[in-house]
């Protein structure tokens, strides 16, 4: 199965670096997602941010916090696939690099997209369960 398959009428949140961590808190809750892509345009990405490096960013910095921006807390290398990367593969990327939210991007390298850990672990489940039918079918029959 590739990725296009996940993004299908998915479409992506994007928040800019110089907004502010009340304006990310609140557009993660408003959008109910653990990611944003940073981005000026909403195809170029800046940067990724999430509830995680929230959260990493408060210890010892609470006092400076509420002048924090997003381009102080996001990540600005960002792991990309595209719509042709196969989801055991995108499966096996996010494990060993421990990322939980990967962009789509086009042949431009243009955002069109993100996938979760979330929407490659339910998409390997269903693998699974045709792939379990299928033999239980067979054997059956």
Known sequence: MKVSALISGKRVETISSSATLHDLVNSLNVHHVGALVVSPDGKKI???VSERDVVRAMPGKLDE???MRVGDLMTAEVITCS???SVAEL???MTERRVRHVPVVDESGNLISIVSI???VKAHINELDVERKALSDYVNS
Do not use: L, Q
């Open 83 to 85: 719509p042709e990367t």
């Open 46 to 48: 800046d940067g990724i």
């Open 65 to 67: 916090i509420t002048h």
């Open 91 to 93: 499966m096996t990327v």
């Open 118 to 120: 979330g929407d490659v």
